[in-house]
């Protein structure tokens, strides 16, 4: 009999924290995970394109490109096996004028190298033989990359955790934590009553709180805590039938993939996200921004009507770069960072977290076993 309440305690339920959860329950822990809001998977898990990455951006050997392959490949397996809706629709990578095909051939060479399957260069009349309304003079094919149903998921995973014995409670938000003197942790989290439960393992997967979250566990260095920033991206929807079968993506922006195209599960064309830098949660969607993202979207679809662009929605990433700096990696930060054993705290989970979620948790497990 342990000596704890629980063996461990995740906070958050997004995908990544379920999936840390899964992950966990999977070896035979017994898994509490606490989510602040009324439902799991209303954070950034809820605000998203809900695309299946291949893994073409994220420099090689970073924990993104390897997560982005490895979290791609269990998803479509998972998605199968728990009857969760997807659609392996493919991409294209546009390049919409001669000066970007340099670029498309530079990301070709680094998706290759990450080992992305299938990966095809287009010549400008190939992808229009796929695409009939697109404007590309070159393209890259993405067959692996989809889109998915990630709320089904995201209740897929918490069935799992439930099946296996654990608890997923909703509407008690973490508090803080405190390690105890023999190992493990007393962990505090509030709601309609506190509530205190032990654990041996303690991990944070709270997406935009991860900062706040972090400096609420005691003895957690604050020159560990990296600097957190909101970058808000919104959502156009099409009034009318979508053009294309198949994700359409520009040459990524810095700091961001670049606003592209999807066909929802619905059938319903999406254009977004951009990327502003906001100081609060916001998720307003000014439909003023609708005429950049006509002059945007008409570089690959020439063909937009005008006054077809309708407020959708907004996310917000968990960023650790400002504007113009250089884009980190994923942080999942354990013992020899923060000096906490039994703590893994993950930081900085912004695109590809979605895709990358199974391969996080597994990785996180995984670290804590050891
Ligand atoms: C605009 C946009 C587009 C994106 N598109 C894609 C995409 O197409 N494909 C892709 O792979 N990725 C995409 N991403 C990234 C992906 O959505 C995220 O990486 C992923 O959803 C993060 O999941 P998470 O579980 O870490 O965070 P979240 O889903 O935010 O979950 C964290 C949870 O923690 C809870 N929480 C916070 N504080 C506490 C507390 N004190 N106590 C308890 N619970 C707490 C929150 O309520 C929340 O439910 C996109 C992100 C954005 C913003």
């Known amino acids: 009999m342990s000596a704890f309440d629980f063996d ?13 959860g899964r992950a966990l329950s999977n070896r035979g822990l017994g ?5 602040a809001l009324d439902h799991i998977g209303q954070g950034v898990s809820s605000r998203n394109s809900e695309v299946i990455h291949g893994g073409l951006y994220y ?12 979290g791609r490949r269990s998803l479509y397996d998972y998605l199968d096996s728990h009857k969760v809706d997807y659609r392996k629709c493919g991409k ?41 309304a697109l404007n590309a003079h070159a393209a890259i094919l993405s067959p692996e990359s989809g889109i998915f149903a990630s709320h ?11 099946d296996a014995g654990g608890t997923v409670v909703v509407s008690t938000p973490f508090e803080r934590a405190e390690p105890l003197p023999g190992g493990g942790f007393s962990i505090t989290a509030g709601g309609e009553s506190t509530t205190t439960v032990t654990a041996r393992l303690l991990v944070t997967a ?9 400096a609420r566990i005691d003895g957690f260095p604050a020159d560990h805590i990296p600097a957190g920033h909101f970058g808000k991206g919104v959502y156009f929807r099409l009034t009318g039938k979508a053009p294309f079968d198949r994700l359409i993506y520009p040459p990524p922006i810095a700091g961001a993939l670049g606003t592209h195209y999807r066909k929802d599960l619905g059938g319903q064309a999406v254009f977004g996200p951009d990327l502003e830098y906001v100081a609060t949660e916001d998720y307003s969607v000014d439909p003023a921004r609708a005429e950049a993202f006509a002059g945007y979207i008409r570089r690959f679809w020439p063909g937009l009507p005008d006054a ?6 907004a996310g917000i990433r968990p960023k650790l770069h400002g ?16 000096g906490i054993n039994g703590l893994v705290a993950l930081f900085g989970i912004e695109s590809p977290g979605l895709t990358s979620s199974l391969a996080i948790g597994e990785a996180v497990a995984t670290r804590l076993e050891a």
């Not at 898994?31 to 989510?35: A, P, Q």
Request: charged letters at 20%.
């Open 152 to 162: 089904d998921y995201m209740l897929s995973l918490q069935g799992e955790i439930e």
């Open 308 to 313: 077809a662009l309708t407020p959708d929605y």
């Open 8 to 20: 461990a305690v995740v906070v958050g339920a997004g995908a990544v924290g379920l999936a840390c």
């Open 59 to 70: 420099p090689t050997g970073s924990l993104k490109a390897r997560f982005c392959v490895e």
């Open 31 to 35: 898994v509490l995970v606490l989510e």
């Open 92 to 132: 294209l990578v546009v390049a919409t004028q001669p000066d970007e095909v340099t670029l498309i051939e530079t990301l070709f060479q680094q998706a290759t190298t990450n080992g992305v399957e299938g990966l095809q260069h287009l010549g400008g009349a190939q992808a229009r033989a796929l695409e009939p």
């Open 323 to 338: 504007p113009g700096e250089p884009q980190p990696d994923f942080q999942l930060r354990g013992r020899e960072d923060h």
């Open 206 to 214: 709270p997406g935009l709180q991860a900062q706040a979250v972090a």
